[in-house]
């Protein structure tokens, strides 16, 4: 099985950016965000991804948290924004590249979103991936459509696990040839 494809200048020591829009890829609950954050760290080491990682969790969620909980999500790595439908499409489309380029070189960029809703943002991820950056659209399952063609750009996708799964670390997981995570 090959292992996913890092892009032309990204490789797996770039630092790594996850954008996920919590409304459209929520968890069972959000009562643990160490170990969603541990998750997605974890998952994305055994794919290779060993770069320092940013996760910013976008969603009205936020609006109704406890001061408690948002610190929680705080201390155990994440950013958050708290926007509506169009406030959360339009910050993401403005914090992928505000945080590229303020990097300074090329990064290992993740969407945890429901693309398929989302023609803008695929728009932004084609153009990170032909400016040097490794673009990866997380799916659910591999019943997810791919209504946008993402197969014949070079953006990857990737069947992600559940975020709040304890026992991930004995998860093998495995690249196919069609750049589908198997496990």
């Known amino acids: 099985m090959e292992t996913i494809s890092k892009g032309e200048f990204a490789d797996s020591y770039s630092d790594i950016h996850v954008s996920w829009n919590v409304n459209d ?70 914090d992928v590249p505000n945080w590229t380029w303020k990097l300074g070189r090329s990064a290992n960029l993740v969407v945890l979103s429901n693309i398929s ?12 991936k032909s400016r040097g950056h490794n673009v990866v659209f997380a799916r659910k399952s591999r019943d997810d459509s791919d209504s946008l063609g993402l197969s014949q750009t070079g953006i990857r996708e990737w069947i992600c696990p559940d975020l709040l799964d304890k026992s991930l670390e004995e998860i093998d997981f495995a690249w196919t040839t069609t750049g589908h995570a198997t496990w």
């Open 25 to 94: 890829w929520p968890t069972v609950n959000f009562e643990d965000p160490a170990l969603v954050y541990r998750n997605i760290e974890l998952s994305l080491r055994k794919e290779g991804y060993c770069g320092n990682l940013s996760v910013t969790a976008y969603g009205d969620i936020f609006k109704s948290m406890s001061e408690d909980m948002m610190k929680q999500y705080w201390h155990a790595g994440f950013f958050f924004d708290e926007g509506d439908d169009s406030e959360r499409l339009q910050r993401m489309l403005e």
């Open 117 to 128: 809703e989302d023609v803008e943002l695929v728009y932004l991820m084609k153009s990170m």
